[in-house]
């Protein structure tokens, strides 16, 4: 028997140490002493992550809905801008029109004043209203024909009615008693008519 074999006696301390070699041992002592970690679980963790990528793409989409809204507010009122300003340009171009027959009106007035010549301002007149007349229809208006047509209320207004007996002239145009004028499809003023109504 060595002397590594004998047993020891009571009180003597043993001469060799016994290391356990079990991994587990060690870490069930180091999951008692350490704290335990403040962690999520896996699925919690991936939920918090989805809600934060989700947060993050609707801040992205609120930014860019509200740069594009801008944006449309911008756009809306350099459009009403430019309408503006077209309209100024035709009331301008319109008005640049009518002034010479303004100016003619004015001298035909200053002439019948001056001469007492009643020909020459009915003359002057005349040719006033061509110019005025040609001069609408160059911007677009027209007066509407009444010769030889039936009544249509779209265009036409009944001033004066006249009894006949003949059912060809029932709702007929007989005289128009004022013009009306039409600027391109719409109607700016209707003309006042007497038409033909049937005798009962």
Known sequence: ???????????????????????????????????????????VEQLKKEAEEKDKRLRDYIAAYKAKGAENDEFRQRLQRENDSRL??????????????????????????????????SQG????ISQFSKTLEEN???????INRAFNAATDEVFLTE???????DNFILEELEPGYMYKDKLIKPTKVKVGKLKN
């Open 88 to 121: 100024d340009q035709s009331k301008a171009n319109l008005f640049g029109a009518l002034l010479p027959i303004l100016d003619n009106l004015k001298r035909a007035s200053l002439a019948s004043k001056e001469n007492k010549d009643f020909d020459s301002l």
């Open 163 to 169: 009894e006949t007996e003949d059912p060809a002239m």
């Open 1 to 43: 028997m060595t002397e590594e074999e004998k047993p020891t006696q009571e009180g003597e301390a043993p001469k060799f140490t016994v290391t356990d070699k079990r991994h587990w041992v060690d870490e069930d002592e180091d999951a008692e002493t350490s704290e335990p970690e403040d962690r999520l679980p896996t699925f």
């Open 140 to 146: 677009g208006v027209k007066s509407i024909d009444t």
């Open 125 to 128: 007149v005349e040719m006033i």
